[in-house]
């Protein structure tokens, strides 16, 4: 389309030249803000301690430093430690700077410190009074070595904050781009340390003239057909519709798309990177001059002037692209519309509350080894198959803790408009994207969603005597160490614990991740069982008390119904003094009581425990992750399975052996070495034996299993009644959790005391039926007369009942006494008897439970008189 290139008076606005064709920068001219206080305006990362902040007073007033402080927050860290926040002294001249430095750069320092300073991959906040005045970097978030690229990077380099900035970025948690505001310098550039100067006389400077006729290249042209543009540091010139408007919330920019160069393996979109660019919306027509470049994989153009060039124009038909992906075809559509017509399941949100993302994938994914044998053909092809059939779904935000969330159908996240894992969603459309190694879509219109895992009651495993495994997830009246940091925190925290104990009513709860501070005069466990008497108001629960358990800060714990179970003995540890293969410096001690069931006497030991993590390495004793995808410390858990089933084979709390019941956080999926060193060793995984395969309590990584047990003992499996996980916690979003220190006020908002998120952890429940049939049996007649010889019919009325609700009921044994008595039995209801005088006839019913527990009564018939 030709057009005419529009010629305009000095005094037309940026707007005003936007919706007439003409061109203005990327980077919008606006006037300086009025400067109101200090800004950093000089960073030096060098070698060594060569380290160094300059901060500088814009304002025409002296600004005297009490209250100020610099505040680094290391890896990203969202807060920053004591030994990483310094008080400021002295003053700072109108028109002056300040130096911050380490004691190595005391020739050029108004200030020193002997600390350890920062490296580029930490952010630092100037604060007064405990309010931000300006920052650097990204607080929360770890780019990993450096924020920005070149010699204006936060790593190795020096860089000054621009001449036009005037305030600083009070906004911490934002995306952080060094080229937006500062100009770099190379390594150990220290001549402008102590000296700085600003433009703020509000004076912006013309924009430059761009024509919207002047000739481009293709779009495809600039992707190239491989991984990465073949135009990179490249000026070009493209020209495209807009079809993700994604300027606010991080992105800082938009991707354009154009008619298409007609070779089908190069994208005919692109993401034009513009920060403080003027704006532009879904359906302009965009010229953009700017330079070629990949970020972390992402082709980009970062906008020197971008010209609108028509507005409300139909957005090109999206490309549809189904899982699996492979990088050749994604590669090609990268940065250009594109939707899923697949449904799709919701199978990953451990980043929803952080950074609005969803993993799709085409169903709900296992972990391999809970599936498969480790390191077997068939596992490692389901990890392969795992990863091409899924995709990230975005929310075209980077900044942290966004709010509003927003849920795949489009819409605000909220407590009535929520999902669960499992939860499907179709035709998901937006762009194509490629972002911190994973191929996203950044949604432009909300998904078709559908609830096809609808919450739960409490699950009915039967029984008259059950035992729950919960993770209670860091629930520390110590605050601050872990769990709440807050007193509201921890209030919300406990409302929702005690909410899901008190709806699973066991009997005996295994508590795992409490603090262990048993030796307190009142402890977590104290607390918890408080308030968990408080909401069912009664003294219904009591802790067993251990005091302090080991040395880690966590610990295992029980809790019970007195008025349904007794202790039986007292509480036994399995540690490294028991047996040196249970490495208590990694795995938590193992603790076992003997409970006996009030009612029938009968006695179950339970046994909590909390193996190792995969999380940190076990290199440091020789266990290290070897690939077969059982993680890290697989030695150290399955050395402290055997010793825990050797150590249960003695009878440890002087109970029976064999009737033991292994609860608690494994830290292995089922078929991985520990659990069946278990399993070989005649212990029955109740999950997989009541459950199946796809059971699972835990979601690591988008993949379903379950790391928490109900292992039952040779002689107690015949008494089981059912074992099931609970899905209160790991099918829900933790953006329903308690925490409060990264969430916005709006997300805070979004809470219920309900179970729902109460840990990361689905709860195990297993019930036992210790309680024998009710039999009454009558017999008709009870007397035979007369005493003639001859065969006399007799029947039996039996009833009986059982709590679980089936029950079997056989005549076990028909005998007779007396001169020629004889008996012969046609039924379990009916017999017959020789009517001879004086003959007794007797007859034993046997009634038996699923648990195979049994009731006999027995019923005589005489023959008289």
């Known amino acids: 389309m030709q057009r005419p290139v529009q010629r305009l008076t000095v005094g037309l606005t940026a707007a005003a030249l936007m919706a007439v064709g003409i061109a203005v920068p990327a980077t919008a001219a606006v006037a300086a803000e009025e400067p109101t206080d200090l800004i950093i305006s000089e960073y030096v990362e060098g070698t060594s301690f060569n380290k160094a902040v300059e901060l500088y007073n814009p304002t025409e007033a002296d600004i005297p430093l009490t209250g100020y402080s610099l505040e680094v927050y290391f890896n990203g860290s969202a807060t920053a430690t004591t030994a990483g926040t310094f008080a400021l002294t002295g003053t700072v001249a109108a028109g002056d700077a300040f130096v911050f430095a380490d004691e190595d750069l005391v020739a050029f320092a108004d200030q020193i410190t002997a600390n350890n300073l920062w490296n580029g991959d930490d952010?630092?906040?100037?604060?007064?009074?405990?309010?931000?005045?300006?920052?650097?970097?990204?607080?929360?978030?770890?780019?990993?070595?450096?924020?920005?690229?070149?010699?204006?990077?936060?790593?190795?380099?020096?860089?000054?904050?621009?001449?036009?900035?005037?305030?600083?970025?009070?906004i911490v948690n934002d995306v952080f781009d060094p080229s937006a505001e500062w100009t770099g310098y190379a390594t150990n550039t220290f001549d402008g340390l102590g000296s700085h100067t600003v433009d703020c006389d509000g004076t912006p400077p013309p924009p430059p003239v761009a024509d919207c006729d002047a000739e481009i290249v293709a779009i495809g042209a600039v992707q190239g057909s491989g991984s990465a543009s073949p135009l990179i540091g490249s000026s070009v010139e493209i020209e495209g519709v807009v079809i993700?408007?994604?300027?606010?919330?991080?992105?800082?920019?938009?991707?354009?798309?154009?008619?298409?160069?007609?070779?089908?393996?190069?994208?005919?979109?692109?993401?034009?990177?513009?920060?403080?660019?003027?704006?532009?919306?879904?359906?302009?027509?965009?010229?953009?001059?700017?330079?070629?470049?990949?970020?972390?994989?992402?082709?980009?153009?970062?906008?020197?002037?971008?010209?609108?060039?028509?507005?409300?124009?139909?957005?090109?038909?999206?490309?549809?692209?189904?899982?699996?992906?492979?990088?050749?075809?994604?590669?090609?559509?990268?940065?250009?519309?594109?939707?899923?017509?697949?449904?799709?399941?919701?199978?990953?949100?451990?980043?929803?509350?952080?950074?609005?993302e969803i993993v799709l994938g085409t169903e709900r994914q296992m972990q391999p080894t809970a599936v498969y044998e480790p390191g077997s053909p068939e596992a490692t092809q389901l990890a392969a198959d795992n990863l091409v059939n899924r995709i990230t779904l975005d929310d075209a935000r980077s900044v942290q803790n966004p709010d509003p969330a927003i849920h795949p159908n489009g819409a605000e996240f909220t407590l009535e408009?929520?999902?669960?894992?499992?939860?499907?969603?179709?035709?998901?459309?937006?762009?194509?994207?490629?972002?911190?190694?994973?191929?996203?879509?950044?949604?432009?219109?909300?998904?078709?969603?559908?609830?096809?895992?609808?919450?739960?009651?409490?699950?009915?495993?039967?029984?008259?005597?059950?035992?729950?495994?919960?993770?209670?997830?860091?629930y520390f009246t110590t605050l601050g160490s872990r769990g709440a940091a807050t007193p509201e925190e921890f209030e919300r925290q406990e409302s929702k614990i005690v909410s899901a104990i008190s709806a699973i009513d066991a009997d005996v709860f295994g508590l795992i991740e409490i603090e262990n501070n048993g030796d307190d005069e009142v402890s977590a466990l104290d607390t918890l069982v408080a308030a968990l008497n408080e909401k069912l108001g009664a003294e219904v629960y009591a802790a067993v008390d251990t005091g302090v358990i080991g040395t880690d800060e966590i610990t295992t714990a029980f809790i019970y119904k007195p008025s349904e179970v007794e202790l039986a003995g007292v509480f036994k540890i399995l540690d490294e003094s028991v047996d040196a293969r249970f490495n208590t410096d990694l795995n938590r001690p193992a603790l076992a009581q003997t409970f006996a069931d009030v009612e029938t006497g009968e006695e179950v030991t339970v046994v909590v425990n909390h193996f190792k993590s995969k999380g940190s390495d076990c290199n440091d004793v020789g266990d290290p992750d070897t690939g077969d995808g059982q993680g890290n410390c697989n030695l150290t858990r399955t050395a402290a399975a055997e010793a825990l089933a050797d150590w249960l084979a003695t009878g440890p709390t002087g109970a029976e052996a064999g009737r033991e019941l292994i609860i608690g956080d494994l830290n292995s999926y089922d078929k991985e070495d520990p659990i069946q060193a278990l399993v070989n060793d005649g212990y029955t995984d109740l999950l997989l034996q009541e459950q199946g395969e796809n059971a699972y309590s835990y979601?690591?990584?988008?993949?379903?299993?379950?790391?928490?047990?109900?292992?039952?003992?040779?002689?107690?499996?015949?008494?089981?009644?059912?074992?099931?996980?609970?899905?209160?916690?790991?099918?829900?979003?933790?953006?329903?959790?308690?925490?409060?220190?990264?969430?916005?006020?709006?997300?805070?908002?979004?809470?219920?005391?309900?179970?729902?998120?109460?840990?990361?952890?689905?709860?195990?429940?297993?019930?036992?039926?210790?309680?024998?049939?009710?039999?009454?049996?009558?017999?008709?007649?009870?007397?035979?007369?007369?005493?003639?010889?001859?065969?006399?019919?007799?029947?039996?009325?039996?009833?009986?009942?059982?709590?679980?609700?089936?029950v079997e009921v056989e005549l076990v044994e028909a005998t007779a006494e007396g001169h020629k008595a004889q008996v012969e039995v046609i039924s379990d209801t009916e017999a017959r008897v020789l009517a001879r005088q004086g003959a007794v006839y007797t007859f034993v019913f046997e009634a038996t439970d699923p648990s195979g527990n049994t009731t006999t009564q027995e019923v005589t018939v005489t023959v008289g008189p």
């Open 123 to 170: 952010a630092i906040v100037l604060k007064h009074d405990g309010a931000v005045v300006d920052s650097l970097g990204q607080v929360g978030f770890d780019p990993g070595s450096e924020w920005g690229t070149g010699l204006t990077s936060t790593l190795d380099n020096t860089i000054r904050r621009n001449a036009n900035v005037c305030v600083g970025d009070t």
């Open 244 to 356: 993700g408007d994604f300027q606010v919330g991080g992105f800082n920019g938009y991707y354009v798309q154009d008619g298409g160069d007609g070779d089908p393996a190069t994208s005919d979109g692109v993401f034009v990177y513009a920060p403080g660019g003027a704006a532009v919306d879904e359906g302009d027509l965009v010229h953009v001059v700017g330079t070629v470049s990949e970020f972390n994989g992402l082709t980009e153009i970062t906008a020197t002037v971008v010209s609108t060039c028509d507005t409300g124009l139909a957005l090109p038909p999206a490309a549809e692209v189904t899982l699996p992906w492979d990088d050749a075809t994604y590669e090609a559509l990268e940065g250009m519309r594109v939707t899923l017509p697949q449904e799709l399941s919701i199978i990953e949100y451990f980043n929803f509350d952080r950074f609005g």
């Open 417 to 474: 408009n929520r999902f669960r894992g499992g939860d499907h969603v179709t035709d998901v459309t937006g762009v194509l994207d490629y972002r911190f190694g994973l191929w996203r879509v950044q949604p432009t219109l909300g998904a078709d969603y559908t609830a096809v895992n609808p919450r739960t009651d409490v699950p009915d495993v039967g029984g008259n005597f059950t035992v729950a495994s919960f993770n209670v997830l860091n």
């Open 699 to 806: 979601v690591f990584d988008g993949q379903l299993g379950y790391l928490d047990y109900g292992l039952v003992g040779s002689g107690l499996a015949g008494e089981v009644t059912g074992a099931s996980t609970w899905s209160v916690n790991a099918d829900e979003p933790d953006l329903l959790d308690y925490l409060m220190g990264f969430k916005q006020d709006a997300q805070d908002a979004i809470f219920a005391p309900d179970a729902y998120r109460s840990s990361d952890h689905d709860p195990v429940i297993v019930g036992f039926d210790f309680i024998a049939p009710e039999l009454s049996v009558t017999v008709d007649p009870e007397v035979v007369f007369p005493p003639n010889a001859k065969w006399r019919t007799v029947t039996f009325d039996i009833e009986a009942t059982d709590d679980s609700g089936e």
